[in-house]
C-alpha cells in the first residue's frame, strides 16, 4: 500500500479545517453579486422599511447575468454609450447622486421630507423609499435624470406610513 505523502496530508487537512471552519452558505443566500451601487441620500422619515437593493439569490444572479450582458454590450454597439458597458458608467452616476444630495453648507438638502436609498443598475436609477408627498417620485425622477449619464430614473415611494411599502424590502437578516 502506497504511504500518502505527508505534504499532501498536510494540505488536505488544511483544505478540510478550512471548509469546517467556514460557516455554510446557504444556496438562496442573498447578496449584491454584481457590486452595484447601493446607498442611502436621506433618512428624515422613521420607520421607513430598507429596499432588498440590488441583493438577490444565486437563482436570480443566473437570470441578470445574461440579461445584464446583453444589455451592457447592446448601449455600446447601438452607440448609445461611450463606454464599453452600459454598468460601466454606475460608480460615476452614484457618486454624482450622492454629491446632488450633498448641499452646500447651510444650505437644505433637496427632498428633505424623504428617507430615501439608491441604487443604480447600467444608467438606470432606482430610488425607493419613503417621502410625504406623492408629487416627490416625479420631481425626484427629474431631479435624478438631469444628472450626467442617467438613462432613466424610478422612484417608488411610500407616502402612507401605516401602507406596506411599494418595493420589496430586505429580510432582518441581511446587514444593512
Known amino acids: 500500500m502506497d504511504r500518502i505523502p505527508p505534504s499532501h496530508l498536510q494540505a ?5 479545517l478550512l471548509a469546517l471552519g467556514s460557516p455554510a452558505r446557504s444556496a438562496d443566500a442573498l447578496q449584491n453579486w454584481f ?3 447601493f446607498f442611502q441620500v436621506s433618512a428624515a422619515l422613521p420607520d ?9 439569490d444565486e437563482a436570480d444572479r443566473r437570470v441578470q447575468a445574461h440579461r445584464r450582458l446583453e444589455k451592457g454590450t447592446t448601449c455600446w454597439l447601438a452607440k448609445e454609450c461611450d463606454r464599453p458597458n452600459a454598468y460601466a458608467y454606475d460608480a460615476d452616476i452614484a ?3 450622492r454629491a446632488a444630495f450633498q448641499p452646500p453648507a447651510g444650505e437644505r ?3 428633505p421630507d424623504t428617507t430615501l436609498w439608491v441604487t443604480v443598475q447600467g444608467r438606470v436609477v432606482y430610488l425607493e423609499g419613503c417621502a410625504r408627498d406623492d ?3 416625479v420631481r425626484l425622477e427629474t431631479f435624478v435624470r438631469a444628472l450626467p449619464h442617467v438613462q432613466q430614473a424610478t422612484a417608488i415611494l411610500r407616502t402612507d406610513p401605516a401602507a406596506r411599502p411599494p418595493y420589496k ?6 446587514p444593512r
Not at 12 to 16: E, F, G, N, S
Not at 169 to 174: E, G, N
Open 95 to 97: 457618486a454624482a447622486i
Open 12 to 16: 488536505l487537512a488544511a483544505a478540510l
Open 48 to 56: 421607513c422599511p430598507l429596499p432588498a437593493g440590488p441583493f438577490t
Open 109 to 111: 438638502p433637496p427632498f
Open 135 to 137: 408629487a416627490d417620485a
Open 169 to 174: 424590502t430586505r429580510p432582518a437578516t441581511l
Open 35 to 37: 457590486d452595484d451601487p
